[in-house]
């Protein structure tokens, strides 16, 4: 079975410094995805970066970096340059396998960031 | 523009009132999938469909029926709703294959209280 566990619950950041969001692992599987999404108090989802488990470097999107520790298991986010509009709450999600070549993606429960001015 | 829609947004109901959330994208994927999100548990998948007429449950199935007739369309069916079903609902959809099958498109979400 898979597992995604965030342990922080809510984080506060100041405007214009990089803040790291936690996001550790578990699963069987040797091929695997890792996956952050954002979702502001609007409540859509919005896809912001994905690193595949043979993936030789860190993923990155603008200013979202994940910071890849396979030994650790751990898919760190980091925002770097915190903007107002990055408070939000941020999921951390991971595809394993299934039938036919399908995936399943499991959440963790979130972590809601908080930019101050 | 390609997007997922959810209908409606915004639902309360009472107990045993059947209900259908419609879920409709237009970028011709082949999966698609419900979840439910409920605070501090993250979002749990209810059911899922990798083609027309193949859908299977997900994490959190009891209460829920779901088809797939169409490839565009995926419903999600509350045939007598319940308190505990009172929850944000999000459907999303992804290709099968290639690069675009690690990027899953989400609705806007549905919200439904049932009192």
């Known amino acids: 079975a898979q597992k995604i566990t965030q342990t922080q619950p809510g984080m506060f950041v100041q405007e214009k410094e990089a803040v790291t969001l936690d996001c550790t692992y578990d699963t069987s599987d040797q091929s695997y995805g890792l996956f952050w999404y954002k979702q502001p108090s609007s409540g859509e989802m919005i896809f912001l970066i994905y690193?595949?488990?043979?993936?030789?470097q860190n993923a990155t999107e603008g200013r979202y970096s994940l910071n890849f520790q396979k030994a650790r298991k751990s898919a760190n986010l980091v925002i770097s340059a915190s903007q107002l509009g990055d408070s939000a709450m941020y999921f951390c999600a991971m595809r394993g396998k299934g039938w036919a070549g399908s995936y399943q993606l499991t959440f963790g429960k979130g972590t809601k960031l908080s930019v101050i001015p | 523009e390609a997007q997922v829609t959810q209908n409606p947004r915004y639902l309360i109901t009472v107990t045993g009132k059947k209900l259908t959330v419609t879920c409709s994208q237009n970028m011709n994927h082949e999966y698609m999938s419900w979840y439910r999100q409920d605070p501090g548990l993250g979002l749990r998948q209810i059911y899922y469909s990798m083609n027309v007429e193949v859908t299977d449950k997900g994490d959190v199935p009891e209460g829920y029926k779901v088809s797939r007739k169409e490839k565009r369309n995926f419903p999600l069916i509350l045939e007598s709703p319940s308190p505990n079903q009172t929850s944000l609902y999000f459907c999303?959809?992804?290709?099968?294959?290639?690069?675009?099958?690690?990027?899953?498109?989400f609705g806007a979400g549905s919200r439904l209280t049932v009192l």
């Open positions: 690193q595949g488990s043979y993936d030789e």
């Open positions: 999303a959809s992804r290709l099968q294959g290639g690069a675009g099958a690690n990027v899953l498109t």
